[in-house]
């Protein structure tokens, strides 16, 4: 039906390229370009051995506009799918529409040299993208993603007002590293190391980084300590959702994992201003994002499960209502379907099912900028358990929060 090119080549954008591959009705053409060919070649020759499937590869800086945009003249896709670094989504976005063609992403644009995501830099794409009958689709992983489109789902099935909002994701699984990151370390660490921010009344409260945390109990996982931190989806949700007196996004992290982090903090290897080694250049944070284990290599031995979901409560009819959405996702059974750790796979299977209803389903598909909470939530939830992310839902349980 449609050609599509992703581009990213890490673990993210193997799961993409995988589940594209395995629905080869819909992506009958696939290409998966990153600034390192031969880490696509590898991607491609797995695809090929699992699942028969033949995808294009190719080498591209999506730095530089220009080089993408021969690279989508070459190909002609019809939807670019980018998994690489957020500070690429800008360029990746002006290369679409100087060449016609639709976009999608699955984390939010921010600048290299500061610490700092929103996403006003892709709003100011909204009229530029409708002019040009183009449609962008910002955030559609999990979280942000699956988790917008879980609110939104809650909206318009369970409530009339939803007060009160509770993003909460565990990673309960066991990579055998003493320290990992299991996405991008680069980003992951330049997240939680900024201070927190939740959404109360109308307005921010920032608090210092991990200063907010409790236990959680997450369905077959049982009790995980959580941590209140700024995650990008927020915005958007409190933006659309104009009735919330409060969100919130909350994480788990073991002890080791933040003893670690403190010791790295405090020598400041978590930092991203440039210092002078030997008489060169180097940013902290990306000398030890070269000594970390890649994400994508973290999957062959990842025992446990994921648990990610939305704890609400609001108003329906007049009476008081709790609502919890939630998927979990085990580690062992991704690798075995596509060669990934659950955090890659609940990232890459949304921008999959993102990008396969910009191309089959005409409600979708519309011209502009959009984060997923203003897209119909129903197919999108259909697809979410036909493509390996089963969803669960509890109605009136008690949660674990003050309101």
């Excluded at 673990?11 to 589940?19: D, E, I, M, Q, T």
């Excluded at 294009?56 to 070459?74: G, M, N, P, S, Y």
């Amino acid at each position: 039906m449609s050609k599509v090119l992703i581009i990213g080549a890490g673990g993210v954008g193997s799961v993409v390229a995988h589940k594209c591959a395995l629905n080869s009705n819909v992506f009958t053409e696939i290409m998966l370009a990153s600034r390192t060919k031969a880490k696509c070649d590898k991607i491609a020759a797995e695809i090929k051995e699992m699942h028969g499937v033949e995808i294009q590869t190719a080498q591209v800086d999506a730095d530089i506009v220009a080089e993408t945009v021969l690279l989508i003249k070459r190909f002609q896709p019809k939807v670019l799918i980018n998994v690489a670094l957020p500070y690429q989504d800008l360029t990746i976005m002006d290369a679409c529409l100087e060449t016609g063609v639709h976009y999608l992403d699955t984390a939010n644009y921010e600048p290299k040299d500061v610490a700092k995501f929103e996403y006003s830099w892709q709003w100011a794409y909204q009229e530029r993208f409708k002019e040009a009958g183009l449609m962008a689709v910002l955030g559609c992983g999990f979280d942000p993603g699956a988790t917008q489109v879980f609110t939104a789902f809650a909206a318009k099935h369970q409530f009339d007002e939803m007060h009160y909002l509770d993003i909460i994701d565990c990673n309960a699984g066991d990579h055998g590293k003493a320290f990992a990151t299991n996405f991008n370390p680069e980003i992951n660490i330049r997240e939680i190391t900024q201070p927190g921010r939740y959404w109360e009344n109308g307005e921010w409260v920032e608090i210092p980084a991990m200063s907010i945390h409790k236990p959680i109990d997450y369905p077959g996982i049982g009790p995980k300590e959580s941590y209140v931190l700024y995650h990008e989806e927020l915005e958007s949700l409190v933006k659309n959702f104009p009735t919330l007196k409060r969100a919130r996004f909350w994480m788990t992290f073991g002890q080791a994992y933040i003893t670690h982090l403190n010791v790295l903090e405090n020598v400041g290897m978590t930092s991203i201003k440039p210092i002078k080694f030997n008489g060169i250049d180097i940013v902290p944070l990306e000398f030890l994002k070269a000594v970390l284990p890649a994400p994508d290599t973290l999957g062959e031995n990842y025992s446990g499960q994921t648990s990610i979901g939305c704890q609400i409560k609001g108003i329906k009819d007049g009476e008081e209502k709790t609502y919890y959405v939630w998927n979990n996702c085990d580690h062992a059974e991704c690798y075995r379907e596509v060669r990934a750790q659950a955090v890659s796979y609940t990232t890459g299977v949304p921008a999959m099912i993102g990008a396969m209803l910009m191309l089959t389903n005409d409600e979708w598909m519309k011209p502009g900028v959009y984060n997923v909470e203003e897209l119909n939530p129903d197919p999108f939830m259909e697809l979410l358990n036909v493509h390996g992310l089963p969803w669960h839902e509890a109605v009136n349980i008690e949660l674990p929060h003050e309101y």
